[in-house]
């Protein structure tokens, strides 16, 4: 009997581990098939003469390439003209071919302030490219090669992508050209930091220094995105990495090819996440959405009547989950487009349309007005004092209304991180436009109930809560 049940463990152990190495995907056709189409990407990049006397001028020729950058790094510069050597500094990435006449798609930061790009492909023959434009918001770069009937890339659809789906990626880690890893969709429509108007793929897929630019594909062989960054702390692969959407790859280099340059939607507006306690006090039934921290001056937002403090659920009929969903949907909108808004104002839905602008290039123009001085003392229920904007004030933050913070107290304010400077244009919902509102407003305000104020900070506006104990 026992060596019946040990063979019969033995046959489910075997069936499983059967349907199991069934379950696991076969790359390798797939690399097969769409290695000939990726390249490695070189650039030169000259950089200040330096300068070492004869006497004191080391052989450096005889030096292996990492000895010798080493010590030419060392030398000190000298100013052109007067026989010092002139240096060039390389970097590596990756990129693949899109078109058979030789467009080929990379990041941005493998090719920037390059003077000479090396394509190199994978039957090792080498083609100058022409940079046709590059795109630092999205970190997209177009190039050209002189080719014909070049192997090309199947083109996917990043937007069908589901979490959970295998996914592969092909470029040069370290340099070693047609390296190969493999993992899964580990979210989508990620923000990074100062990245705002690219939705990342983010995976698992080992990605290195040098992959960048190269294609993340999908298990039908399709490019579903450009590899572009990782999270690290060591420098190396640690289990994030971060793809651009090929949906928004193409759309910037179509615009690159075609006008040499990449116009975004823009509706002139500041935006923070609605969390569990600003979703109580504006009256939502669960933190989603985008509030609207700021409206800028002469924006499209405030010609189209969107107002601070309302919570954008929607746009164009796509819900609006996170903050940033916003950028994302409203930058791929082409500038003079309508977008139609659905908004939560007041505890009221309203629908808005507005015409969609352009964002513009420099970002300090879409910076935010600084803020305030100070006067006389108001309520002090918050432990906080404050005091009316002069007109001069007013005029110079674009305000209607307001109070600024002369004094900060033990309480309500400094548990909440307010600070003497900081104005006030909102509390529980209500516009303040003195220090008189406010004291009213600050009076009657509910307890053990989540409340909003909105604050200008050196130019930058936001929500935050608190509550008030009994």
């Not at 003077?115 to 046709?132: G, P, Q, W, Y």
């Not at 199947?154 to 050209?177: C, H, N, Q, Y």
């Not at 309203?350 to 803020?371: N, R």
Request: a negative charge; hydrophobic letters at 40%.
């Amino acid at each position: 009997m026992r060596s019946y049940l040990s063979g019969l463990f033995a046959l489910v152990l075997m069936a499983q581990v059967t349907v199991a190495k069934a379950e696991l995907p076969d790359f390798t056709n797939l690399v097969e098939a769409a290695s000939p189409a990726v390249v490695n990407i070189s650039t030169r990049q000259n950089l200040p003469q330096r300068e070492v006397a004869s006497q004191q001028m080391p052989d450096l020729e005889g030096l292996p390439p990492m000895f010798r950058e080493f010590f030419e790094r060392s030398l000190p510069q000298t100013p052109r003209g007067q026989g010092g050597r002139q240096r060039e500094a390389q970097s590596l990435g990756s990129g693949f071919i899109i078109s058979a006449d030789g467009y080929v798609l990379t990041n941005n930061h493998v090719v920037a302030d390059a003077d000479e790009i090396i394509v190199r492909l994978s039957d090792r023959s080498e083609l100058k490219a022409k940079l046709i434009g590059a795109d630092a918001r999205t970190d997209v770069a177009l190039l050209k090669v002189e080719g014909k009937n070049l192997p090309t890339v199947k083109l996917g659809k990043s937007e069908v992508l589901k979490v959970g789906a295998w996914v592969l990626a092909i470029g040069s880690p370290f340099g070693f050209d047609h390296s190969v890893t493999a993992g899964i969709v580990s979210a989508k429509g990620r923000s990074l930091p100062n990245e705002n108007y690219v939705p990342f793929i983010q995976t698992d897929v080992a990605i290195n220094p040098g992959n960048s630019g190269g294609p993340l594909f999908n298990l039908e062989g399709e490019v579903v995105g450009i590899n572009s960054q990782i999270f690290t702390r060591s420098g190396g692969f640690m289990g994030l990495s971060f793809a651009i959407p090929i949906d928004v790859a193409m759309d910037v280099a179509n615009q690159l090819k075609s006008d040499g340059k990449v116009s975004r939607g823009w509706l002139g507006v500041v935006i923070q996440e609605v969390n569990k306690d600003l979703a109580e006090s504006f009256g939502l039934d669960k933190p989603a959405g985008a509030l609207v921290a700021q409206v800028l001056e002469d924006g499209p937002a405030a010609k189209g009547g969107l107002q601070v403090g309302d919570v954008i659920l929607s746009a164009n009929g796509q819900p609006i989950i996170m903050s940033a969903d916003l950028p994302h949907l409203v930058g791929s909108l082409k500038p003079g487009s309508k977008v139609s808004l659905d908004v939560v104002r007041g505890g009221d839905r309203k629908t808005l349309s507005l015409s969609v602008g352009s964002l513009p290039e420099d970002e300090d123009q879409v910076a935010a007005i600084s803020e305030g001085g100070s006067v006389e003392r108001s309520s002090n229920r918050l432990g906080v004092s404050v005091a009316d904007l002069s007109a001069e004030q007013r005029k110079s933050l674009d305000l209607r209304g307001g109070v600024v913070i002369k004094e900060v107290q033990d309480g309500p304010a400094a548990l909440i991180g307010l600070r003497p400077g900081d104005v006030i244009t909102h509390l529980n919902n209500q516009s303040i436009d003195s220090s008189k509102a406010f004291a009213d407003v600050a009076k009657s305000l509910p307890k053990d109930r989540s409340v909003s104020m909105r604050v200008l900070r050196q130019g930058r506006a936001s929500f935050i809560t608190f509550k008030l104990a009994e």
